[in-house]
DNA sequence: CTGAAAGCGCTTACAG
DNA sequence: CTGAAAGCGCTTACAG
């Protein structure tokens, strides 16, 4: 309906003046977007994960849009739980920081097909989910570049876990071999945790042996709290970073910049991240499926 | 209205045969409690709020609440923004982490009062707000008693800012004065910093000058980054810490385990804090508003 | 073009 | 005790 400027105007106005707000549980019962979107998180979540959830939530406030959040707890079935509490609540798009848990996913997957829109990191475990992902493997490739141009030899690479078991750390390997080949260096240096984070001393220390062995003079550590262990091993057998030997981490946490030194690493491009998580959210399910890739950046700092 | 349990059972079942959800949108039009919370963080939120956060959730989950978020962004009129909005979308209890802005505080004041219940940390800008928090003071107790039996002789304490300026400097000022006190101690070793935060390099190797020149063999810092801080500066002076000086921290955040040595700290409670945010938020508004304390712990590390 | 009515999915008070 | 009706605060399709 079309009305004067003015008297739209004085309208807004006694609005005010009476106090007046729309009842957005009304305008939604009738049918409206309520500008609602369900996020999933982990109960462990890391400070990686939070500060994901930081930006994520300053996107979706530019877009006049509000987090609900909900927690996995252990129990499996909670998973199932909050995809039907937001459904009841005609909360229809989806934010899962998570896969869910096996036993749960039958319940869990019958639940997500009823979401308008569900975005995953990684991967999706359904067909009509949408996924953003970092490029991993092209920052730590990133990673190697740098520490060819400043000059290091001896480039290693210090994963947490298989890579035929963890796609995070296949990624890694990915990026690390794929920097290496095109600096034209031939020889791998690449060392395989057991799965175990945080990484007990002993581990960290027999990492640090397997660097020695190879006359490392550069290492890439899976993440930044693999990175700080590595560099407190370093020291405890006298060795110096960065003299002796470039330390890399990936995601940027506080403790990078806290560490001693601080700690040059990959920063997980949260923002870009979030940006792209909220253009995936808002996507009708029409559009095609394509991942959406984020490039993360290099923090250069004291340590390599 | 009574039915049989034997006809309710056949009722539930028929009703999850032909998956049906309650709306809860429409129960909530109708008057029914929406379990909604609405929680105002800071956009600059420390790791330390996350965890709350975190721990927030995991209790309105137990309680079959859930949390609605929103973040300042910068912008001192989000504040009002954000309360308007839960308003309107029938959320009347609000746990609020930061205060809200001076300049955009009447708007923001007016809204408040409309809710059914607000929660605070530290103060309430409001009168009917609620307050939650933590005993500081008897936290820095607790260190200086810890250090005193450990045997150190002269016990400093490095402060972020004006006690006069800052509460929560204050209220440290105060647990550690008590701790001396109660131990027999006399001498004060008190040094303050100018407010700047994180502390940059120069600012912490000036607290450093001053414990070496007091001669002290400990020093509680008003919080883990400060704490890191003077740990990463002892180092370049060459004192050893914990041999030479005995370093405690505040809020155990995740870089406090991962610091070298691993640091001792005062763990905030995390769960009873939020135990205690939860029971205020849902408290009536008549109970009295006696602030509800929580007492943190002292986790002890290899730093102290 | 304007204003009254129907209806979103529930709950509750009320008539039979 | 049971079942139909009114109404929460909106929006939209429809009759005047």
């Not at 008297?7 to 049918?31: C, F, H, K, S």
Request: contains cysteine.
């Amino acid at each position: 309906m079309r009305v004067a400027d003015r008297t739209a105007d004085r309208i807004r106005r006694i609005a005010d003046e009476m106090n007046y707000w729309p009842n957005l549980v009304a305008q939604q019962l009738r049918g409206r977007e309520c500008g609602l979107i369900g996020v999933l998180i982990g109960a462990s979540s890391t400070t990686a994960n939070f500060r994901r959830l930081a930006a994520i939530e300053q996107e979706a406030y530019r877009r006049d849009q509000r987090l609900l959040i909900g927690q996995f707890h252990g129990d499996p079935r909670s998973t199932a739980h909050y995809l039907a509490d937001f459904l009841s609540r005609g909360i229809d798009r989806l934010i899962c920081f998570h896969n869910p848990a096996p036993n749960a996913r039958d319940e869990a997957t019958q639940l997500l097909g009823k979401f308008r829109s569900a975005v995953f990191q990684t991967a999706s475990p359904v067909a009509s989910g949408q996924v953003v992902d970092v490029d991993r493997a092209a920052g730590v490739a990133d990673a190697v570049g740098h520490l060819v141009r400043t000059g290091r030899e001896r480039i290693a690479l210090v994963i947490n876990d298989s890579p035929d078991v963890d796609p995070l750390m296949h990624d890694r390997l990915r990026g690390y071999r794929a920097g290496l080949k095109q600096a034209g260096r031939r020889e791998m240096l690449e060392w395989i945790g057991t799965g175990t984070f945080p990484p007990p001393r002993a581990l960290a220390d027999e990492a640090v042996a397997y660097l020695l062995e190879r006359r490392a003079d550069a290492v890439i550590a899976s993440n930044d709290i693999w990175a700080i262990e590595l560099m407190r091993s370093l020291r405890r057998v006298g060795k110096c970073v960065p003299a002796d030997i470039a330390v890399v981490g990936f995601d940027n946490i506080d403790a990078a910049a806290l560490a001693d030194p601080s700690l040059t690493t990959v920063d997980q491009n949260y923002a870009g991240f979030a940006a792209a998580v909220m253009d995936a959210v808002n996507a009708s399910a029409s559009t095609a499926q394509t991942p959406r890739i984020v490039q993360p950046t290099l923090v250069i700092r004291e340590s390599a």
